[in-house]
């Protein structure tokens, strides 16, 4: 009868997750005790929320369906330590419901659909938190967690401002509908000193777009075509840099990718209308 009142919504990316020994384990890995306050997006029918709550710590979950807040979140909304807040997390402002503080950790089991969005829009915020522990779609849950060799756009990206880690997979057994792909639960842990300043993320992420423009070939094919500028300009930098212009864009490493960035950045190349 439950599931009929409040049927899963396909738009919303809505697999929810009932395998306790799922739940227990990204608990575990976000290492929650009672002094945390955490920030869940998505509390769903509140599955993670509830685990969360068991460690005592204070919880402000964000969730976008008004059905689920009426229906299964009903039960749990009088707790003294949740606040559950409708909205869309992309566009919320955080300074509203967790104050003007960093010292508090994102848990959440994100939606495929949107779950990149969300999470760059919230971890590249003025208030981004100190450690995420987040459930992905498995290839995005890989991609942001590359080490060099198998670099590429969100990797680059995400580990410029954050220490990145793959903890494990998750099974489609584990939800309510069964999604069709494997999930991945991995760790953001802030850098006390960030590759690049925060107001640099735009530009760097679309400086990413065009460096991975053509993945398969040598960096300064696919930078020469991302950017539209020359082979021989890309080369120039690099040997500036003392980096070899004809390794694959996945070789380089984080530093590098920032490194060539700031490059750019400084000669105003790049932003060069497509
Ligand atoms: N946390 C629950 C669980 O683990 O069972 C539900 C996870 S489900 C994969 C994703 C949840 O995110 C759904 O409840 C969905 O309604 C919500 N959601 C989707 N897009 C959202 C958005 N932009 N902002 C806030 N919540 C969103």
């Known amino acids: 009868m439950a599931h009929s009142i409040n049927p899963a919504k396909k738009s919303l990316g809505q ?3 009932h395998d306790g020994t799922v739940l227990r384990k990204i608990v575990t890995v976000a290492k929650v005790n009672e002094n945390d306050h955490i920030l869940e997006i998505g509390p769903g029918k509140g ?3 509830k685990r969360l709550l068991l460690e005592g710590c204070s919880v402000t979950a964000i969730e976008l369906d008004h059905d689920l807040i009426i229906g299964p979140l009903k039960g749990i909304a009088s707790n003294p330590k949740l606040e559950i807040v409708e909205g869309d997390a992309r ?5 509203n419901f967790i104050g003007n503080t960093t010292r508090y950790k994102l848990v959440a089991n994100l939606p495929y659909n949107a779950g990149t969005n969300i999470l760059r829009s919230i971890l590249l915020s003025d208030l981004a938190p100190q450690l ?3 459930m992905l779609q498995k290839e995005v849950a890989r991609n942001i967690t590359a080490t060099q060799g198998k670099s590429n756009i969100l ?3 995400f580990q410029a401002y954050y220490h990145t880690n793959f903890h494990f997979n998750v099974q489609p057994r584990s939800f309510s509908p069964q999604p069709k792909v494997v ?4 760790s953001l842990e802030r850098k006390e000193s960030p590759l690049l300043p925060k107001c640099l ?3 760097y992420f679309l400086f990413l777009t065009c460096g991975f423009a053509a993945p398969r ?8 075509q991302g950017l539209r500028i020359s082979i021989p300009e890309v080369k120039d930098v690099s040997s500036q840099l003392g980096l070899n212009s004809e390794l694959r864009p996945a070789a380089l490493s984080v530093e590098e990718w920032v490194a060539v960035f700031q490059k750019f950045h400084n000669r105003k190349y790049f932003l060069k209308p497509q």
Do not use: R
Not at 91 to 95: A, C, I, P, Y
Not at 183 to 186: A, D, E, M, P, Q
Not at 217 to 224: A, G, T
């Open 155 to 157: 990797s680059s990206f």
């Open 47 to 49: 599955h993670l929320t």
């Open 183 to 186: 999930s991945g639960v991995i």
């Open 132 to 134: 995420s522990v987040v």
């Open 91 to 95: 566009k919320v402002d955080l300074k």
């Open 201 to 203: 993320q735009h530009d």
């Open 217 to 224: 070939k040598q960096l300064h094919n696919s930078l020469s």
């Open 15 to 17: 697999h929810f997750l």
